[in-house]
């Protein structure tokens, strides 16, 4: 391979000022669209040795047959003209955003004569003005019900709406008392119009003033024995409450932000995006993309404000956007957003308090659809096919791999060494079949990987176990049936995978030589370019970004690196429950609260005496004894970790310890 591009533009060409740059093929179409606050910097990253770029990157230079850049006179001009751009070429190496889905709203109709309230996934109504998205369409429909007893605003079709303008004669929906605009004949149109800008003001925020007023009404109604007055501001109150309880208070009520909880790994991110109007979540909406070439976190934060705000306008764009980092151009963005607001908006960091606490639930949710966004690939039987044919082909099987084991180590500054093994079947997870190693000796992690497949190869091809079972036959006498089986730890998958680069796969080949094993497929995925390593080759197996093998290989990795991960911790958990029992007057319930109060071992470690005593049932003397314990057992914790390597099975999620399979 070149080390030169040959598009490269000569040195000093490119100007230092900021602007948008296009990579193009050789057909001219538009293959990425990036902006830079100085050009020439920008650029040279790209046009660097190839060997030193990313893969992805490196395949998006070489694809491109030509670069082409536009100078601007501001860095918020390249901010708008990258969005236009993006916008308008879709560039397949830029980030592919896309909903989860067409998500409902509430709007109001401010554009009519007499306002009315709707459910819509249309966003372009004119003069419409909009709450939500909501996660379900019944919500919608719920919370307008209970809105329209406290604002009872119009409902009625348009149709009717004229209609009953015409004759004189109420509306169907207002003669059963479910639409109170002008049609009903109830209200003026300057009044029903003063009931939207209330129902508005509510669903904005002022929330607080409705109910102090629905509340003094109904005292002064029942004061003045006006029960039925009274019980009409009863049940409004209720509304209210009702819509309120949906949506709690997360914030200052003053507060109007739109927060991003972002989950990403090399290939996709999910995002949720939290809609907070008068410090409550008044929608959710949830979002992945799909990333080509390799980015920064910061990056990735400019691109979806670009994505979401690109179309806003007015309130639409809150007073202040929560992001997980700040984007590099963060002062830009601001002002970006500041001429769709009108107002000044501010992009922070929610760092500390009930922001940080919100932003934790956001992440968490993003996680987990980033979850559901990766599996989902992998639950249609078509997709699976794919992935393991393609699979097949990428390294070169004589089969497709039915079954593949993956195997993580994981370790704590080289103490509590362990490893897992996870089990997939027809590109399906075989909780039932998951394993996890404890290493008590090892060098390093290439050391532990060859110990681990020593031990689990040695079972394949065990011998068939004799079980007896109890029957009868058709004159009711009891018969002894003896059946035999191959126990499951016994088959032999057609693919090993191990978390790591060359050296665990090198580790891994040598395990299956030992073991005379030919038969067995064997690579190894390195997390930072997401490359596919075989033994005995100098250069990795590099699979498309929108490969479904890849993504069954990344859940492989995840699913083993997760398993490790919760057996480690729960056999600290066990180390730190047996040395606490030494401690007199320390029972089982005592121990549990401390670990529960404290979190963690470590920091139960670095517990002093007064901290210790915090903890209900822990006196001064006990206390004391805990933590000149603790300190004590420090010093010898590595020899306890010598415990016998054993071989355990977990038969879920649970990592239950199971018996070890025979052979």
């Known amino acids: 391979m070149a080390e030169e591009l040959p598009y490269k533009p000569r040195q000093g060409e490119i100007p230092t000022d900021p602007g948008v740059y296009r990579f193009r093929d050789a057909q001219g179409r538009v293959l990425y669209v990036g902006k830079a606050k100085n050009l020439r910097q920008r650029l040279s990253n790209y046009f660097a040795p190839l060997r030193t770029l990313h893969e992805r990157t490196r ?29 308008e070429f879709d560039p397949p190496f830029n980030v592919r955003y896309k909903d989860d889905k067409s998500y409902p709203f509430m709007a109001i109709t401010l554009a009519d004569e007499a306002p009315r309230v709707i459910v819509t996934r249309n966003r372009r109504i004119p003069g419409a003005k909009y709450f939500g998205p909501y996660p379900k369409v019944w919500a919608v429909h719920d919370t307008i019900d209970l809105m329209i007893k406290v604002f009872p605003i119009r409902t009625c079709s348009d149709a009717s709406y004229r209609k009953a303008m015409q004759t004189g004669r109420p509306c169907f929906p207002g003669q059963i008392g479910k639409c109170g605009g002008p049609c009903s004949m109830k209200v003026t149109i300057a009044e029903h119009r003063a009931m939207v800008d209330d129902f508005i003001a509510f669903m904005e925020g002022g929330d607080e003033r409705f109910t102090r007023d629905l509340t003094r009404r109904m005292h002064e109604a029942s004061a003045a024995m006006d ?120 992009i922070a960091v929610a760092q500390r308090g009930q922001r940080a606490e919100l932003m934790r639930n956001a992440t968490l949710n993003a996680q987990q659809a980033l979850i559901r966004h990766k599996t989902r690939r992998s639950s249609d039987y078509t997709t699976r096919t794919q992935a393991l044919t393609d699979l ?13 084991e993956c195997y993580d180590i994981s370790h704590l500054s080289g103490t509590n060494v362990v490893a897992s093994m996870v089990v997939f079947e027809d590109g399906l997870p075989r909780k039932d079949q998951y394993r996890s190693f404890n290493i008590a000796e090892t060098t390093d992690d290439t050391d532990s990987m060859y110990q681990v497949l020593t031990r689990r190869l040695a079972h394949i091809d065990a011998p068939e176990e004799t079980a007896e079972t109890a029957a009868f036959d058709e004159n009711g006498e009891e018969l002894v049936v003896t059946e035999r089986r191959k126990p499951r730890f016994a088959y032999p998958p057609q693919l090993l995978i191990v978390d790591g680069g060359k050296p665990q796969v090198e580790a891994a080949a040598r395990a299956l030589r030992d073991a005379g094993r030919s038969d067995i497929g064997l690579c190894g995925i390195a997390k930072r370019l997401e490359e596919l390593w075989l033994p005995g080759e100098d250069y990795p197996v590099i699979l498309p970004r929108t490969s479904e093998a890849l993504y069954l290989v990344q859940r492989l990795r995840d699913e083993a690196h997760r398993f490790a991960i919760t057996h480690q911790r729960k056999r600290r958990r066990r180390d730190i429950a047996s040395i606490l029992a030494e401690v007199p007057g320390l029972g089982a319930a005592r121990i549990k609260t401390l670990l529960r109060h404290f979190g963690s071992v470590a920091a139960l470690r670095r517990a002093d005496a007064a ?19 603790l300190a004590g057992s420090a010093a010898v914790s590595g020899s306890r970790e010598g415990v016998e390597s054993v071989l355990v099975g977990a038969g879920s999620d649970s990592d239950a310890a199971q018996t070890p399979p025979s052979g």
Do not use: C, N
């Not at 395949?59 to 003209?81: C, F, I, N, Y």
């Not at 901290?611 to 314990?629: K, N, S």
């Open 392 to 404: 097949q082909d990428a390294l070169g099987l004589d089969e497709a791999p039915l079954r593949i």
């Open 227 to 346: 029960y039925e007055s009274a019980a009409k501001y009863r049940d409004q109150l209720s509304s209210i409450e009702a819509v309120l309880g949906r949506s709690a208070l997360v914030l200052p009520q003053d507060e109007d932000a739109d927060l991003f909880g972002i989950a990403e790994d090399e290939l996709s991110a999910a995002i949720q995006h939290f809609v907070i109007r008068g410090g409550r979540v008044r929608g959710v909406r949830a979002s992945t993309l799909d990333k080509e070439i390799d980015i920064s976190g910061a990056e990735l934060v400019d691109q979806i404000l670009q994505r979401v705000y690109g179309e806003a306008s007015g309130e639409q764009v809150p007073r202040r956007v929560l992001v997980p980092s700040l984007p590099d151009d963060t002062v830009e963005l601001e002002e970006w957003l500041r001429e769709r607001r009108g107002k000044k908006v501010e």
């Open 611 to 629: 901290e210790i005593q915090e903890v209900q049932g822990i006196g001064p003397t006990l206390a004391e004894a805990i933590r000149v314990h």
């Open 59 to 87: 395949r998006m230079v070489t694809t491109a047959a030509s670069v082409e850049w536009t100078v601007v006179p501001t860095d918020v001009d390249s901010l708008q003209l990258e969005y236009m751009w993006i916008k």
